[in-house]
């Protein structure tokens, strides 16, 4: 095609192939576990490793280097890119006044729960696992293991929504979810940092920590009141409405996270709080409910997409001969018994939520019927 420049003998436009794939697979996907009524992120990570097969072992004409591009892909492009969408709709549409009341459980959950359970996960990876890591090593595996789902949380909410259960539990649990992002993503980062010999001490994890959870939630605040009072001057446009909010979901990622080195997905959580609680204030009816269908879009587009990525990923970094593309590392070298391993620690995380129902129960006075469901999600 004129003016486009040929990337290894193939048009550059067939990047998007991959999307329009993840689309398809994740709206077959989607309608079948409605159906089902069950959650819908692991068979579209199973499409996705099935969609690497193919590409590992058959041609698949321009579906193969769109996919080799995506796997070339920075993981921060990825991150920039997605996550906002996903962590921006519950938010936005959370009741704000059971938010509000519900706010010192889910804080405790949150940061006093991901805490616990990463130190908890990243002491029994250290001292059982076969791997011979050190604790940060561990610290990063666990900070990957506690992160909640926040498409199987959603869909949890939204079944206890249909079975009549009160509102404040669901929307509590859902927002408890977004915020354990908010809170592993630091902790991810900080012992990545140690692990990769950036000079991080530990004794700077407090400091780091409190720095990018309120820096996050400061940055939110802000670019919230920005995209509030903004909405507040145009009078019923829903495709600017629109557009300003998603100037403000994806800006206020790349400000916190790319900017200031502060907690990008608390940073969308607060956002997406500012319009739950002012939004209505400022935008009409009709706006508001064309805003929830694109971003209910948005959602969907983002999670079919992450999701067959995270797939092709881990089939290529495991079965391939490629390895890690960015690095050049081979493939991990796995057995059979690391899914035993794995499986281990499934097991050991619905322990470690179990004895944090147990204790916040006892000690911080957490509800009964919150925590048990906690544990299940």
Same mark, same amino acid.
């Given at each position: 095609?004129?003016?486009?420049?040929?990337?290894?003998?193939?048009?550059?436009?067939?990047?998007?192939?991959?999307?329009?794939?993840?689309?398809?697979?994740?709206?077959?996907?989607?309608?079948?576990?409605?159906?089902?009524?069950?959650?819908?992120?692991?068979?579209?990570?199973?499409?996705?490793?099935?969609?690497?097969?193919?590409?590992?072992?058959?041609?698949?004409?321009?579906?193969?280097?769109?996919? #080799?591009?995506?796997?070339?892909?920075?993981?921060?492009?990825?991150?920039?890119?997605?996550?906002?969408?996903?962590?921006?709709?519950?938010?936005?549409?959370?009741?704000?006044?059971?938010?509000?009341?519900?706010?010192?459980?889910?804080?405790?959950?949150?940061?006093?729960?991901?805490?616990?359970?990463?130190?908890?996960?990243?002491?029994?990876?250290?001292?059982?696992?076969?791997?011979?890591?050190?604790?940060?090593?561990?610290?990063?595996?666990?900070?990957?293991?506690?992160?909640?789902?926040?498409?199987?949380?959603?869909?949890?909410?939204?079944?206890?929504?249909?079975?009549?259960?009160?509102?404040?539990?669901?929307?509590?649990?859902?927002?408890?979810?977004?915020?354990?992002?908010?809170?592993?993503?630091?902790?991810?980062?900080?012992?990545?940092?140690?692990?990769?010999?950036?000079?991080?001490?530990?004794?700077?994890?407090?400091?780091?920590?409190?720095?990018?959870?309120?820096?996050?939630?400061?940055?939110?605040?802000?670019?919230?009141?920005?995209?509030?009072?903004?909405?507040?001057?145009?009078? #019923?446009?829903?495709?600017?409405?629109?557009?300003?909010?998603?100037?403000?979901?994806?800006?206020?990622?790349?400000?916190?996270?790319?900017?200031?080195?502060?907690?990008?997905?608390?940073?969308?959580?607060?956002?997406?709080?500012?319009?739950?609680?002012?939004?209505?204030?400022?935008?009409?009816?009709?706006?508001?409910?064309?805003?929830?269908?694109?971003?209910?879009?948005?959602?969907?587009?983002?999670?079919?997409?992450?999701?067959?990525?995270?797939?092709?990923?881990?089939?290529?970094?495991?079965?391939?001969?490629?390895? #890690?593309?960015?690095?050049?590392?081979?493939?991990?070298?796995?057995?059979?018994?690391?899914?035993?391993?794995?499986?281990?620690?499934?097991?050991?995380?619905?322990?470690?939520?179990?004895?944090?129902?147990?204790?916040?129960?006892?000690?911080?006075?957490?509800?009964?019927?919150?925590?048990?469901?906690?544990?299940?999600?």
């Amino acid at each position: 095609m004129a003016g486009l420049e040929v990337i290894n003998g193939e048009d550059p436009l067939l990047f998007v192939l991959f999307a329009m794939v993840a689309l398809l697979i994740g709206v077959l996907v989607r309608m079948f576990c409605s159906e089902a009524h069950i959650p819908y992120p692991v068979p579209l990570v199973l499409s996705g490793m099935g969609l690497a097969a193919l590409y590992q072992n058959a041609y698949l004409g321009g579906i193969d280097f769109s996919l #080799n591009e995506w796997l070339e892909l920075d993981s921060h492009t990825i991150e920039y890119l997605l996550f906002p969408p996903l962590i921006f709709v519950a938010a936005s549409q959370a009741d704000f006044h059971i938010v509000k009341v519900m706010l010192p459980q889910i804080m405790l959950l949150s940061i006093g729960g991901a805490i616990y359970q990463t130190v908890i996960a990243a002491t029994l990876a250290e001292h059982i696992y076969p791997y011979n890591w050190s604790f940060d090593e561990a610290a990063v595996f666990g900070a990957i293991a506690i992160t909640l789902d926040p498409m199987a949380v959603g869909s949890v909410c939204m079944q206890m929504e249909e079975m009549g259960v009160s509102a404040y539990l669901p929307i509590t649990v859902d927002e408890e979810s977004h915020f354990v992002e908010g809170v592993t993503y630091i902790l991810f980062t900080f012992y990545q940092s140690r692990v990769t010999g950036k000079g991080v001490v530990f004794e700077n994890l407090v400091e780091d920590f409190f720095y990018e959870l309120s820096l996050g939630t400061i940055v939110g605040l802000g670019v919230g009141y920005a995209a509030i009072f903004t909405t507040g001057m145009i009078f #019923n446009d829903t495709a600017i409405e629109v557009i300003v909010s998603m100037i403000g979901a994806w800006g206020v990622f790349y400000i916190a996270a790319g900017c200031f080195e502060a907690s990008g997905p608390q940073a969308v959580v607060v956002f997406g709080l500012f319009y739950a609680a002012y939004g209505k204030h400022s935008m009409s009816v009709e706006s508001r409910v064309g805003m929830k269908i694109v971003w209910q879009t948005f959602q969907v587009i983002a999670s079919s997409v992450l999701y067959c990525y995270a797939g092709a990923l881990i089939y290529e970094r495991v079965f391939t001969k490629n390895g #890690n593309r960015n690095t050049g590392d081979d493939p991990a070298d796995w057995k059979g018994t690391d899914i035993g391993w794995a499986v281990l620690m499934y097991l050991l995380l619905m322990v470690l939520r179990l004895s944090m129902y147990g204790l916040f129960y006892i000690v911080f006075g957490v509800d009964s019927p919150l925590a048990k469901v906690l544990i299940i999600v």
